[in-house]
């Protein structure tokens, strides 16, 4: 007699094959996720600090791009001439950004295209997309002193990005 449709053996079969294999997936598809938000991210930061270069030399005046709360990981502003009056271009992050000391809160760009400090030093410095639970840079957005920047993408553990996830760790742990 032929038989249409599966027995409860073959059923329950399936079932545990299933059960055994979804959370393999679903790990590697949560990374593949992240690993898309990362490079997003990179992306989009190099693209701000191109157009606040921009923006600094069309407009003949100091342009500004800070993280949002001093804080890269939640996205950037650019401002004109170092006030948040005069928003330009807002954009949120979907990674952790930490930049080393000369950019941790801002990158500012002369009228001629030069990244530079309050004091009119000129700035450098290296922001970094960090994985969200590890110490390990995957993407180094680097500015040089002219104002131009560059991707590097190169995995390796950053200090900066282990010091940054005990901060958020422990800033979480007194809200909580």
Not at 18 to 35: D, M, N, Q, R, T
Not at 77 to 102: C, F, H, Y
Request: overall charge positive; charged content about 25%.
């Amino acid at each position: 007699m032929y038989q249409q449709g599966f027995s409860l053996i073959e059923l329950l079969m399936g079932l545990a094959i299933a059960a055994i294999v979804l959370p393999w997936a679903g790990a590697g598809y949560k990374e593949l996720i992240e690993s898309i938000e990362r490079e997003d991210t990179a992306q989009l930061l190099i693209s701000g600090l191109r157009s606040a270069r921009s923006e600094a030399i069309a407009r003949n005046q100091t342009v500004v791009l800070r993280g949002i709360d001093d804080d890269w990981g939640r996205g950037w502003r650019i401002t004109l001439d170092d006030k948040d009056k005069t928003v330009l271009m807002e954009r949120r992050a979907s990674a952790r950004v930490v930049g080393n000391q000369p950019v941790k809160r801002r990158v500012r760009f002369g009228s001629q295209g030069e990244a530079l400090h309050a004091n009119g030093a000129f700035q450098a410095g290296t922001l970094h997309v960090c994985a969200k639970r590890g110490p390990v840079s995957h993407h180094q957005v680097i500015l040089a002193p002219s104002g131009r920047v560059h991707l590097e993408s190169v995995k390796a553990e950053q200090a900066l990005c282990e010091k940054e996830l005990k901060a958020r760790s422990g800033r979480a742990a007194l809200s909580a």
